[in-house]
C-alpha cells in the first residue's frame, strides 16, 4: 500500500540526507478533521540554504512542513494531490517551478516509525489519542521568504481515492537552527 502512496505522491523523491532543521512555530501542532481523515502538521520549519542547494538547485527559499495523518475509518487507497497552496501575509509564496521549470513542492510519505527515527522529537508533540496512519513530510521550495509573516497552506489529501483539503495557518518559522534530527534512514 505505501508503494500506491508513493507512486501517487509523484514527487516523492526527496533525497534521503535532505531535510530542513527542525524550528517549531507555536501553536503547533495542530489537527484539522475532515470527512475522509484528521491530518497533524507537526513542525514548520524552513529549509536551509545547504539543503536548498542539495533538494532543489535554483530555489532562493523554502518551507518543510511535517504531517501525520490517519483515516476516519479503514486505511485504503490513500491519495495525495501533488497541488498545494501557500500564502504569506495573503500574498502566494512563489514556488520555485513558477515560470522558471525549477523544482517543485515534494511529497516524500513515511511510515510513522521511521518519520520519528528522522525526528524524534517530534514523538513527544503528536497529540493526545491521535493514532497516526502516515506521516508526510511537504518541502515547498521557491523564492527568498520574508523574516516574518502569516503562512496560510493548504492541500488535497484522503482515502478511498477520494481527496478533500485541509488548510492550516501559522506563523512562518524563523531561520534554521542547527539539526537535532537523525540522519535519514
Given at each position: ?76 487507497d ?10 504569506i ?7 520555485a ?32 489519542g491521535?493514532k ?7 518541502t ?18 484522503g ?14 518559522p ?12
Open positions: 500500500m505505501l508503494a500506491f502512496v508513493q507512486a501517487l505522491a509523484v514527487f516523492a523523491a526527496i533525497p534521503a540526507a535532505v531535510a530542513a532543521a527542525p524550528v517549531a512555530s507555536s501553536p503547533l501542532p495542530v489537527v484539522v478533521d475532515g470527512k475522509l481523515a484528521s491530518v497533524a502538521l507537526l513542525q514548520a520549519s524552513l529549509v536551509s540554504s545547504d539543503d536548498l542547494k542539495a533538494c532543489c538547485p535554483g530555489a532562493k527559499g523554502g518551507l518543510e512542513l511535517v504531517f501525520l495523518m490517519r483515516p476516519s475509518d479503514e486505511p485504503v490513500v491519495t495525495l494531490s501533488p497541488q498545494v497552496e501557500t500564502l501575509d495573503r500574498q502566494p509564496y512563489l514556488a517551478d513558477e515560470g522558471a521549470g525549477g523544482p517543485r513542492p515534494k511529497l516524500n510519505v513515511r511510515k510513522v516509525d521511521d518519520l520519528f527515527r528522522r525526528y524524534p522529537d517530534l514523538a513527544a508533540r503528536v497529540p493526545q491521535f497516526p496512519h502516515l506521516g508526510l513530510i511537504v515547498i521550495p521557491g523564492t527568498p521568504l520574508p523574516e516574518s509573516g502569516q503562512v496560510a497552506y493548504s492541500m488535497k489529501l482515502y478511498h481515492k477520494q481527496l478533500e483539503r485541509f488548510s492550516f495557518s501559522f506563523a512562518l524563523q531561520a534554521p537552527a542547527p539539526s537535532p534530527r537523525n540522519p535519514a534512514r
